[in-house]
């Protein structure tokens, strides 16, 4: 499969995924999911409010549990919350994340070389998580105490979360998912404000791209899907 970027920054120029040559001012959703990757390197100015009220809307899109619709969505902007939330995911990175980076080999998908990239990048982001100029900060609320956050309700936020990194990305804005911080739930949350019962679940920083929108490289999907049982291989992929 060739993938590799031919040029430029923002939401400019083209790259070729698939060997296909995609234009990324394309609103082609395929083409969009092909170069929504996780954009850490951000400016901080400021992203018109329009442009977050779209992603939002496009995140509210997504299918829920029930269609109970118990998400919350915090858009931060504040500095002193922010920079309160950044020491515990930076703290995060230096005690817990980065040593895990610096012993791990790189992904399926990834090279050596690719893989370093990425965990300067990952530095960079947590340097300056807090510049980001908007933060969307994506909650659920729990009602029943009895009932702790588990995968169920995280697949009531996450669809939506990806749904705002596929607007983020279809209006030429860098974003990333990020959950480090749940390294230090209690703390974080409480930096946030949140109330009693009401729990984050992923803090996407958003702002104009400093680097360049490349393709998504995640390996052969003959090495994740099988036909009826796993390890049993499917002629019908590529
Ligand atoms: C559940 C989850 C948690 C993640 N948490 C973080 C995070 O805390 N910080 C971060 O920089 N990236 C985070 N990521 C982004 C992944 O590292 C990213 O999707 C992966 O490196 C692929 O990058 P790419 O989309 O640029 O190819 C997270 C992604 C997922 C799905």
Redo the contacts with the bound molecule.
Sequence with gaps: MGMRRVCCGGNKGKVIVADKQIDLSSENLFDILGT???M?RLKPDPVPDALIVKILEAGTRAPNGANSQSWHFIVVKDMAIKKAVQLW?KKALDEIVGPRYASSAPPAGSTADKYHR?HL??EY??EHFHEAPVWIVACIKHDNPLIPPNRSAGASI?PAVQNMLLAARALGLGA??????LFYEAETEKALGLPEGTHSY?IVPIGYPLGNFGP???GDLRDFVSLDRIGQPWDALP
């Design positions: 929504t990757r996780a850490r995911y990425q990048a990952v982001l947590t996450y990333s998912l990020t959950t480090r911080h992923a998504v490289g995640r």
